[in-house]
């Protein structure tokens, strides 16, 4: 028989071993989240996810449900950190949301939306890192990257190939690929990779498919993130 906690008063069954969040997934009941992914390993890096335990914040992606816990997500507190945190990463990155091809189907927009973010509040970073365009079939635009480490893990994990990495530390982290030369089209990386696929932002596109979906028929025009079925947590 399945255990209980209660998450903003709602009791919400899960197996042992389950975190908060893939509970709560379970359930239906939608928790903010860039990192996460159900088909890998929590990374716990955004902390979009953050939820109040017994009074103490964690992140519910990376925190195990246990019997009894009280949990508070949707608080007007907690989404007002997480609006600050998605603002953080909105300035850190050059995100033109009008001119990006994956507008409309982006998590972190989607998110944005979600949260009820106005502006970006904080004054931008502008990075300026190269464009990679070397591989035939797929463009890289580093400045748009949220170091989610999805596309690693998936290159490593699934793809078994290893074809990016992050590299360097603290504010000067980056998405690097494995190549001597630094670029894309050195690597082994095709279409069919399982890191083509899992990016929640607009760095790794399909050259030549840009703004194939009409306005109004994007993902998340159809349905905004948090309206989400069961199971479903990306
Ligand atoms: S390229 Fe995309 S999937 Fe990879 S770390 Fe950056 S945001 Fe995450
Ligand atoms: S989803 Fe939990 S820290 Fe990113």
């Avoid at 979600?114 to 904080?122: D, I, Q």
């Amino acid at each position: 028989m399945s255990q209980t906690f209660t998450l903003d008063g709602k009791t919400i069954a899960f197996e042992p071993g389950q975190t908060i969040l893939q509970a709560a997934d379970a359930a239906g009941v939608f928790i903010p989240h860039l990192c996460y992914h159900p088909e890998f390993k929590p990374h716990g890096s955004c902390k979009l996810c953050t939820v109040k335990v017994n009074g103490r914040q964690t992140a519910s992606c990376t925190m195990r449900a246990m019997p009894g816990m009280a949990v508070e997500s949707d608080t007007e507190e907690i989404n007002a950190e997480r609006r600050a945190l998605t603002q953080m990463l909105f300035v850190e990155g050059n995100h033109y949301c009008p001119s990006c091809e994956k507008s409309g189907n982006c998590q972190l927009q989607a998110t944005a939306y979600h949260l009820g973010m106005m502006s970006t509040h904080y004054d931008h970073f502008f990075p300026n890192r190269a464009v990679d365009a070397s591989h035939p079939e797929v463009l890289l635009d580093f400045n748009r990257c949220i170091l989610c480490s999805l596309c690693v893990r998936a290159s490593r994990d699934v793809d078994g190939k290893n074809v990016f990495a992050l590299s360097g530390r603290g504010i000067d982290t980056h998405l690097i690929v494995n190549a001597s030369s630094g670029r894309l089209g050195d690597t082994d990386f095709t279409l069919a990779d399982k890191a083509a696929e899992v990016c929640p932002v607009g760095v790794i596109l399909k050259k030549r498919q840009g703004f194939a979906v009409p306005i109004g028929e994007r993902t998340y025009d159809k349905a905004p993130i948090g309206a989400t079925t069961a199971g479903e947590a990306c």
